[in-house]
């Protein structure tokens, strides 16, 4: 039963920073490719970041390029965005994903934690 579970969302001003953690219960977790997503109130979920399996490929939206970090520890088991310079634009629950290597799309989700960037 794989089992990701995201927290460090929170209440931040805009200009600010939060780091998100995101904890996988999944056996062969480096074989994994992760991701990060966000939807915010009434749009559709979109993509933030990827990171495959050893962190050698990282891809970014062009809306988070150059502020957000990806980062993973294959021992603990962890997936992390940093985020900086946070904008109200970024207020949105994010989501962790998991997809493994020959498969096609995420097949794994977190619950989400809510990011929340005032003016």
């Known amino acids: 039963q794989v089992q990701l579970v995201e927290s460090g969302g929170g209440l931040v001003q805009a200009g600010g920073s939060l780091r998100l953690s995101c904890a996988a219960s999944i056996r062969t977790f480096s074989s994994y490719s992760m991701g990060w997503f966000r939807q915010a109130p009434g749009k559709e979920r979109e993509f933030v970041a990827h990171i495959n399996g050893n962190a050698m490929n990282t891809v970014y939206a062009d809306s988070v390029k150059g502020r957000f970090t990806i980062s993973r520890n294959n021992a603990n088991k962890m997936v992390y965005l940093q985020m900086n310079s946070l904008k109200p634009e970024d207020t949105a629950v994010y989501y962790c994903?998991?997809?493994?290597?020959?498969?096609?799309?995420?097949?794994?989700w977190g619950q989400g934690t809510q990011v929340t960037v005032s003016s």
């Open positions: 994903a998991a997809r493994g290597t020959l498969e096609p799309s995420y097949r794994y």
